[in-house]
Nanobody
Framework: QVQLVESGGGLVQVGDSLRLSCTASRRTYSNYGMGWFRQAPGKEREFVAAIVWSATSAVYGDSVKGRFTISTDNGKNTVYLQMNSLKPEDTAVYLC????????????????WGRGTQVTVSS
């Protein structure tokens, strides 16, 4: 079992930046994937970004490419999501997920989930 705790969300203005953190109670195998997803009210869960612990592979959702960066700190069992140039449409609960066999974009491939952290971008 892996527990995940997200932090770093908040209320920001359009164009601002935020960095989310997700700390895992333990690390899975080095090639296993960690992902960030987001869910806005009334919408389906959307893939944001994913990376393997070895940081050799990262993928991004189309809506965040060029603005968001995912990274890992293996010594801290932590995955980060640096979010720049935030837009109102980025407003959502951001959820961290772990345990996929790769940097996978599909939620069903992740057996472990955190509770999420709210990000609100005000115009």
């Amino acid at each position: 079992q892996v527990q995940l705790v997200e932090s770093g969300g908040g209320l920001v203005q359009v164009g601002d930046s935020l960095r989310l953190s997700c700390t895992a109670s333990r690390r899975t195998y080095s090639n296993y994937g960690m992902g960030w997803f987001r869910q806005a009210p009334g919408k389906e869960r959307e893939f944001v970004a994913a990376i393997v612990w070895s940081a050799t592979s990262a993928v991004y959702g189309d809506s965040v490419k060029g603005r968001f960066t995912i990274s890992t700190d293996n010594g801290k069992n932590t995955v980060y999501l640096q979010m720049n140039s935030l837009k109102p449409e980025d407003t959502a609960v951001y959820l961290c997920a772990a345990g996929a066999p790769s940097a996978a974009p599909a939620p069903r491939q992740y057996p472990y989930w955190g509770r999420g952290t709210q990000v609100t971008v005000s115009s």
